[in-house]
């Protein structure tokens, strides 16, 4: 198995979908017989340590770094006419751009996305409906069932869509800390319960929501991982004595930070879903799972695939503080409740690892290039119909609100 692994953005980068293609590439290459990674980069001098980065020879894309359309753009339109295009048994990619090039050149694609475009994004649907029926898409890989479910709905074939969650890697949670002991080392009071947030602090996440059930737990410290400067939430918590903002931690400090926990938060709100679709079954959850910590999220449908109400998790109502301050103390206080949620969450993760999942994906890539899917789909009359209305609903909130993110039908995430 030859596998050309094309990747849009220069490397490296501290961007969730950079490091799921990344890691996902790395296991696979482990496993191929050959693989190469085009990607563009800012200076020559990139190429080794994209190379030690994902673990492979890489390849330079003759595309300008700036501005990122133009990036994209031609990305697509030269990769075809590199020689490791031609040597590979198929491209493997998470932008529809590059996708539609390589199938226009001939080649085989995986698609490994997490975003449900046809509901996002309505106007591209029947174009979407084109390019996963092709017979040379293999496969588009969704990482989450809710994703899966918006092309099930436009009429792409069953079989094209597979849904394999993403993971973690044991490896960075093996110099297991006790609570006191992670706070005692980042300066943290011991004797202060504290509930962990980490990924990018900005307005996108719902920590607004966070900031405002910390007003009403002055007993508990909260600490958000993932500052890029001053922005909205940092001016939010700015004077709060129980709320401490941390820059930007690399994955090997990130853990200690995940051990000084006694409760690890997701958001529990509709924003990053509904509003700005830049989240789907967070990354960060498979790295909870297996911290041995109790995790408390919002009963949103992507979370709720791998999160379970006082099974290995606390689920409280999206967007709601009262909720949320509620399930906080539920956990702070019932040290049965957390210990039992935090060992199952602990076991569940043990299928949930990297391995697995690129096992699950070599496997699957190797009986498509077998035998592929050759069903092509139904872009139906009453398809047609759903797609303009959806497509008008999509032009009207774009008009409105000057985002091209459309919120799915029945969710209302506040303004």
């Not at 020689?83 to 050149?105: G, H, I, P």
């Not at 007003?215 to 129980?242: H, W």
């Not at 301050?325 to 969450?345: F, N, T, W």
């Amino acid at each position: 198995m030859r596998i050309l692994f094309t990747f849009e953005n220069p490397l490296p980068s501290t961007e969730a979908d950079a490091e799921v293609f990344v890691t996902t590439a790395r296991y696979l290459a482990r496993v191929a017989c050959e693989t190469w990674l085009h990607v563009p980069m800012r200076e020559a001098g990139d190429a080794a340590a994209c190379e030690r980065l994902a673990e492979m020879r890489t390849i330079r894309a003759r595309a300008p770094i700036a501005p990122a359309v133009l990036r994209h753009f031609i990305c697509g339109l030269t990769m075809p006419f590199r020689t490791e295009f031609k040597q590979a048994d198929l491209v493997y990619t998470r932008n529809l751009w590059m996708a539609w090039t390589s199938l226009t050149f001939g080649q085989r694609v995986v698609f490994d996305h997490y975003r449900p475009w046809p509901d996002q994004i309505p106007p591209l649907q029947r174009w979407l409906h084109r390019l996963f029926c092709h017979p040379r898409l293999l496969v588009n890989i969704c990482h989450s069932d809710y994703t899966r479910g918006k092309y099930l709905n436009i009429g792409v074939p069953a079989e094209k869509l597979v849904c394999i969650h993403n993971g973690y890697e044991p490896q960075r949670l093996e110099e297991q800390l006790s609570a006191d002991a992670a706070k005692r080392k980042l300066g943290l009071d011991p004797a202060r319960k504290t509930v962990v947030y980490t990924g990018r602090v900005n307005h996108k996440k719902g920590l607004d929501l966070v900031v405002q059930a910390a007003r009403q737990l002055s007993e508990v410290q909260f600490v958000l991982v993932g500052s890029y400067g001053e922005g909205p939430i940092e001016a939010l918590a700015k004077g709060m004595a129980n709320v401490t903002i941390v820059p930007f931690q690399p994955a090997e400090k990130l853990s200690d930070y995940i051990f000084a926990a006694d409760l690890l938060l997701i958001p529990p709100s509709w924003a990053p879903l509904a509003k700005y679709g830049s989240t789907v079954l967070p990354l960060k959850l498979f790295f909870y799972l297996a911290a041995g910590r109790p995790i408390l999220a919002g009963e949103t449908p992507d979370v709720m695939e791998v999160l379970r109400h006082r099974d290995n998790a606390i689920l409280c109502k999206p967007d709601d503080v009262a909720a949320l301050v509620e399930g906080i103390r539920s956990v702070l206080g019932d040290e049965a409740l957390a210990a039992r949620i935090a060992a199952k969450a602990q076991e569940d993760s043990r299928a949930l690892t990297w391995d697995a999942r690129v096992g699950k994906i070599h496997d699957l890539i190797a009986s498509r290039l077998a035998s592929a899917v050759t069903e092509r789909g139904v872009w139906s009359p009453s398809q047609a119909k759903t797609w303009r209305e959806q497509s008008r609903r999509w032009l009207v909130h774009l008009v409105r609100e000057r985002t091209p993110i459309l919120p799915p039908p029945g969710l209302a995430p506040p303004k």
